[in-house]
């Protein structure tokens, strides 16, 4: 992101990384890469409008067998989990370098 402060730049790091780390955990085989977060984020503050986008235009198959709303609040929770555990602790996990995730989609 340009014209970020290097505190807000982290922050958006730890919450894209919670992201992925939901995924990661819900069984969804795709990852968040920066240019898809910073995209996503520009649609505005509502996270279930966010992941709604995301799901009708690069997972739409999705939709087919789980409501839109449903798979939201799933990964909404689990994103808090892991977003307060990687803000507790120094250490950082690259889910993009996790086997069987699919980049940016």
Excluded: C
């Excluded at 790091?13 to 968040?32: D, K, S, T, V």
């Excluded at 939709?63 to 892991?82: C, S």
């Amino acid at each position: 992101m340009e014209n970020q402060s290097p505190i807000q730049y982290w922050r958006d790091e730890i919450e894209r990384n919670a992201y992925n780390a939901a995924f990661f955990e819900l069984g969804l085989r795709w990852h968040w890469d920066g240019e898809t977060y910073d995209r996503l984020m520009g649609l505005g503050e509502d996270a279930n409008t966010r992941i709604g986008h995301y799901l009708k235009t690069e997972q739409p198959h999705l939709l087919k067998a789980y409501d839109a709303e449903f798979l939201a609040l799933a990964i909404e929770q689990k994103k808090e989990i892991h977003r307060k555990r990687e803000m507790a602790s120094s250490s950082y996990f690259n889910w993009a370098e996790s086997h069987g995730v699919e980049l940016g989609a």
